[in-house]
């Protein structure tokens, strides 16, 4: 485990036990001690919460397996388990950094959506080139206006992009933290 690691996961270990760590989950894991469970909520993590869940159990097996309880479905986080769900459902997306040089003549709105037009014709079309041409005319944009937004809209992954999911990794490292709490009791 490396330096950074073993730092998220003692940092994320004081959060949990002190910020918003119940001792009696009230959705618990079956199956699994309560002394490898806790309630972990958004509080805990803040901006670094992947999930769209607020508040949940989480709990680590005797494997070592991190799984996540909310509203009475147990998600995998790390590990294998039979009859669990998979946490996709509940991931957040990436948040999108600040553009580097948005078009300021139009609003953001205005610019994703110019963004979607213009990508979706293109990834429709045979003649990409003519359809981004017509389209950006018919947007009312010059060619420059035009590369502003296609830069702003790839940097923001905006739609019909998809954005990558938020790191799991702070959660599963404070279900690793609670591993090991559990182990040293």
Not at 55 to 61: R, S
Not at 92 to 114: F, G, I, T, V, Y
Request: hydrophobic share 40%; net charge positive.
């Amino acid at each position: 485990m490396s330096a950074r690691s073993r730092f998220v996961s003692c940092a994320v270990l004081i959060l949990v036990t002190s910020c918003g760590g119940s001792t009696i989950p009230s959705d618990p894991v079956e199956g699994i001690p309560i002394s490898r469970q806790r309630t972990i909520s958004r509080a805990a993590l803040g901006f670094r919460w992947p999930l769209s869940v607020g508040v949940g159990t989480l709990a680590c097996d005797d494997a070592g397996t991190v799984l996540f309880r909310s509203q009475g479905i147990t998600y995998l986080l790390q590990g294998q388990r039979a009859g669990t769900h998979d946490v996709q459902a509940l991931r957040m997306p990436e948040p999108a950094a600040p553009p580097s040089n948005p078009l300021k003549r139009l609003k953001q709105a205005e610019r994703e959506d110019a963004f979607r037009q213009v990508t979706r014709c293109e990834s429709n079309a045979a003649d990409k080139a003519g359809c981004r041409r017509a389209a950006v005319q018919r947007l009312g944009l010059s060619d420059a206006e035009w590369e502003q937004i296609d830069v702003e809209g790839h940097e923001r992954r905006w739609p019909p992009l998809s954005r990558a999911a938020m790191s799991l990794d702070p959660l599963i490292a404070a279900g690793r933290a609670l591993c090991q709490s559990a182990v040293e009791r």
